[in-house]
């Protein structure tokens, strides 16, 4: 899932200063999920920034909305009468969320009240860790499963650069280094020989280095 954390209220304050009339627009998917913008995080941070209106004399009206999906036209349109009625949105969705209701509303101004960080999964409660980079070139199967470009600190796919401890990535002492991840389930499941296989350098185009991507199903354009 897409994995996200709240802006400070502080930072909320100043990018939504200038507007009288907020909506605060949740996310029902991956940021509820993480628990950054789903209804309870649109409840506490309205209710925050009523508070901060009335500390400081601000005259906002917040109002408050969670919608399915906010990347989907088709969950946007239960929202049009809300934002409609907003001077401006702030919205808990991810990125591609923040700009779907952009995009939609192009005369309202929309903003990003979450600080959209990475996909990942939740590892235990509270802990949510990185997984996928969205390279647009998956090489899991050649690594056992564990995703080199995303779990080792220097993106390493030819082995571990040398500088773990007792397991530990060396930029990261706290989390495993992903050479040893890889080491371990490869030998699990019985494919250590792909460690002798020389990974050719990676191609970056298809991932964001070559610019915003795009995936075009002509199948499904029919
Ligand atoms: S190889 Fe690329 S697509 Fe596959 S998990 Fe890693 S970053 Fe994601
Ligand atoms: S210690 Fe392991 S995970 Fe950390 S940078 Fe080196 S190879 Fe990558």
Redesign the pocket.
Known sequence: MIVAERKTIPELIDILAKHKNILVLGCGTCVTVCLAGGEREVSIIASALRIASQAKGLGWKVSELTIERQCDNAFIEQAIDAIEKSDAVLSLGCGAGVQAIAERFIKKPVYAGLNTKF?GILEERGIWTE??????????HEYGGI????RCAKHMLNGPCGGSREDRCEVRPDRACAWQLIYNRLKDIGQLERLDQIAEPKQWGS?LSGGPRVIIREDHRI
Request: glycine content about 6%; hydrophobic content about 45%.
């Open positions: 996909l997984k996928c980079a969205a390279c647009g070139a998956c090489v899991l995703c080199p470009v995303t991932s």
